[in-house]
């Protein structure tokens, strides 16, 4: 752990994520440093936006990029790709960004979209419990999916009744 004061370092993006409020998410890609992820690009109406680790990736920062939307490459090494599950985001306005974790124990944040209710886009420092061995300096990138309501004939979340009674033996 260092001595860095993360709050003043987490508060650079709040710029950032007032910015991305209501921003329309039009592309979203993802550099690889392989087999990391490290950094996410958003490609809004108001802007390109990087999403990335900062200091060793024990915090996330989101900064707007002075550089233009990253092409999709190929290659050894490093490289920029799409990230299939965010396709499902593009074309929908960013609602909010809420900041989740903290620095070396998950910090990031949580992304939701207008008009889609049963999913929202993490992206969060591969320093949340239980790191996986050898990945360091990078980030975690995951779709948190919602139920809202119960569906009919769904008995997978049911829990189970007890039994009524028991036969003797």
Request: glycine share 6%; aromatic share 8%.
């Amino acid at each position: 752990m260092s001595s860095h004061d993360y709050p003043k370092i987490i508060a650079r993006s709040n710029p950032c994520i007032e910015s991305l409020c209501n921003a329309l998410l039009q592309e979203i890609v993802v550099q690889v440093v392989d087999p990391e992820f490290n950094a996410l690009f958003l490609k809004t109406d108001k802007g390109v936006f990087a999403i990335q680790g900062t200091i060793g990736s024990e915090i996330v920062e989101i900064v707007e990029s002075q550089n233009e939307f990253p092409a999709i490459t190929t290659g050894e090494g490093s490289f920029i790709s799409r990230h299939l599950p965010f396709e499902r985001f593009i074309g929908h306005q960013i609602e909010s960004i809420r900041e989740i974790g903290e620095a070396w124990n998950g910090h990031g944040y949580e992304i939701s979209f207008s008009n889609i209710f049963d999913s929202t886009m993490i992206v969060q420092s591969i320093y949340s419990p239980p790191k996986p061995d050898g990945l360091e300096d990078c980030l975690r990138l995951g779709v948190a999916s919602y139920e809202n309501i119960q569906k009919p004939n769904n008995s997978q979340h049911r829990i189970p009744e007890p039994p009524r009674s028991y036969d003797s033996l």
